[in-house]
């Protein structure tokens, strides 16, 4: 009897082994099932962000020089738009700042958040402090749900042609 | 037979069936979970797939090698509804548009899959139609004017006035252990056409 118990102990180990083994590899997958949905979330930002105009300024007109842009430590809504509303951003940096929680997903709930900054074309990775033709869109996409956050970014450029 | 040998042999019985069943309840547990495992990273991987292609065929529509021959990329978009979409596209860069057609099949077309909910993707290319079983459970494509509003379906008459566009799909598993299908949800919101005069 006491060999049988041994088996069963040595069993129970064995099983207790396989569970964690089950469970690690069930939380990846399920993690990598946000991500993707988290991925789908970020790239539909950058995709409404970049259908807009470059700066509030090039809404009614062409610009040569970067003068006439925003400042950096303005880039925002304007006075009058709603930052808790995307459809009232009419201009890239709008999303400045911009946070959201999406509840309509069936997977979970999302968190995001989107910084715009001026970059410079010589070191995009690098915020510059002074107005530039490039903007910088940095979207993070987070959930309690998963381990980690989602974070994607795009340039947009100013462009003008007659 | 001295009691302690009866009492002996009758524990080990008793043990030895409890290993068992242990063993048998692992044994389908493993199972279980090898379908499970390996049909999430199948719904994954077909839902990537999916969303690979129609991004890139979405993203092309009103493009056509030579500009002029799509004169009016706002009439580029013939029919739009809910779970279908017509649009004029240049799919083999020959300078000549093509009428790329894509919509779902109903789901009493795939008896032969367990998943009672799954559907085929047809893609339609000139009249020539070719349809995918990925595991799609949901096609769901919403479509937004300029300002943001959500446009009426059917869009039957160019220009539809389509902006941008939503869309939903949900993939599951064509077939899974005890019928617990995993599935996998992907939502593009907004994906604006460089082609349809967005700027």
Redesign the interface.
């Known amino acids: 009897m006491l060999l049988a118990l041994g088996a069963a102990i040595l069993l129970s180990i064995t099983i207790l082994i396989t569970n964690k083994n089950i469970l690690t590899t069930e939380d990846v997958l399920y993690d990598s099932n946000f991500e993707i949905t988290a991925t789908s979330i970020g790239t539909s930002l950058i995709e409404d962000a970049s259908k807009k105009k470059f700066d509030e300024v090039t809404d009614t007109m062409a610009i040569e020089k970067t003068l006439p842009l925003t400042a950096p430590e303005l880039l925002g809504t304007e006075p009058g738009e709603d930052p808790t509303n995307r459809l009232e951003f009419d201009d890239f940096d709008d999303y400045n700042g911009y946070t959201f929680t999406d509840s309509t997903m069936p997977t979970a709930i999302f968190d995001y958040k989107c910084k715009v900054e001026y970059v410079d074309e010589t070191d995009p990775n690098t915020a510059i402090s002074k107005k530039s033709f490039h903007k910088k869109l940095t979207v993070k996409v987070w959930s309690k749900s998963m381990k980690d956050t989602v974070m994607q970014s795009t340039i947009y450029s100013y462009w003008y042609f007659r | 037979m001295g009691i302690a040998v009866l009492?002996?042999l009758v524990?080990?019985v008793l043990?030895?069936g409890?290993?068992l069943i242990?063993?048998m309840n692992?044994n389908d547990?493993?199972t279980r979970?090898t379908y499970?495992?390996s049909g999430?990273?199948i719904v994954?991987e077909n839902?990537?797939t999916s969303?690979e292609v129609l991004e890139y065929d979405f993203r092309k529509i009103g493009y056509c090698e030579d500009p002029f021959a799509i004169p009016n990329t706002k009439r580029a978009i013939l029919f739009a509804d809910s779970t279908e979409i017509t649009y004029l596209t240049d799919v083999d860069f020959d300078a000549t548009p093509d009428t790329v057609r894509y919509f779902l099949g109903p789901a009493s077309e795939l008896t032969g899959t367990p998943n009672p909910n799954d559907r085929m993707l047809y893609q339609e290319i000139n009249g020539n139609v070719a349809g995918v079983n990925l595991g799609i459970t949901l096609f769901k494509i919403k479509y937004f004017g300029a300002l943001?509003e959500e446009l009426s379906l059917p869009r039957m008459y160019p220009p539809t006035g389509i902006f941008?566009m939503q869309i939903d799909i949900?993939i599951e598993n064509t077939s899974a252990y005890d019928e617990d299908y995993r599935?996998?949800?992907?939502?593009?919101?907004?994906?604006?056409s460089r082609n349809l005069e967005?700027?």
């Not at chain 2, 599935?183 to 604006?192: K, N």
Request: hydrophobic share 50%.
């Open positions: 009492f002996d524990g080990s043990i030895g409890i290993l242990t063993l692992l547990s493993a979970n499970s495992f999430e990273l994954q839902l990537v969303v943001g941008s949900r599935y996998a949800f992907w939502r593009q919101i907004r994906l604006a967005n700027r």
